[in-house]
């Protein structure tokens, strides 16, 4: 007997735990299922996940330490990153976003994942969202500690060499203040 397929949709967090949905169950619910991650598309995520890191902390070199995240989706086809500014971003400036996401790239550096206490975090310097609500032990995301550490609970790369070539595709404004950068998939490693 051959198995049925559901797509299960992005997860939810709630009350701490991990959360799948679907709108469909199968006619006989009482039989095993088997749950299984689609091992292509994760990496892909995961490309784009590390990369927006490194974009957010290159946005924030270029344009200003007042840049700061404002939402993102990262699916296995395209990364888009709201931030926030307060003007278009010129080609020039995308151009030297790129060039050092790029080079963070060609640097192969170790993405190192620790969990913390959320106080041992902000005192690294990890950038917190605004607005993300955060227990008392944080995960810690680093990328090259000069650079990039971040709270964060996704999924990333070992090295940042996964990533491969970073191009921006497209950039313009959504909101008043925010701007929308979006990259498309890439070839990694993983």
Not at 27 to 53: D, F, G, K, P, W
Not at 149 to 163: A, F, K, N, R, S
Request: net charge neutral; glycine share 6%.
């Amino acid at each position: 007997m051959g198995r049925k397929r559901y797509w299960l949709p992005t997860p939810k967090k709630e009350n701490d735990l991990i959360i799948h949905f679907t709108d469909q169950l199968p006619a006989q619910i009482e039989l095993e299922v088997l749950a299984s991650v689609n091992a292509e598309e994760r990496a892909r995520i995961t490309y784009n996940h590390t990369a927006t890191h490194l974009l957010h902390a290159a946005l924030k070199q270029v344009l200003g330490a007042h840049v700061n995240q404002k939402g993102s989706m990262v699916s296995p086809e395209v990364l888009r990153f709201d931030v926030s500014h307060f003007a278009k971003i010129t080609d020039e400036e995308m151009k030297q976003v790129e060039n050092i996401v790029n080079q963070k790239v060609r640097e192969n550096h170790p993405v190192v994942i620790k969990e913390m206490p959320k106080e041992e975090a902000m005192k690294l310097g990890a950038m917190a969202l605004f607005g993300e609500k955060y227990g008392d032990t944080v995960r810690v995301v680093t990328v090259d500690p000069a650079f990039s550490i971040e709270l964060c609970g996704g999924t990333h790369v070992p090295q940042t060499g996964c990533i491969g070539l970073f191009i921006i595709t497209s950039e313009g404004a959504v909101a008043a203040g925010v701007r929308r950068i979006e990259s498309p998939h890439r070839a990694g490693c993983l």
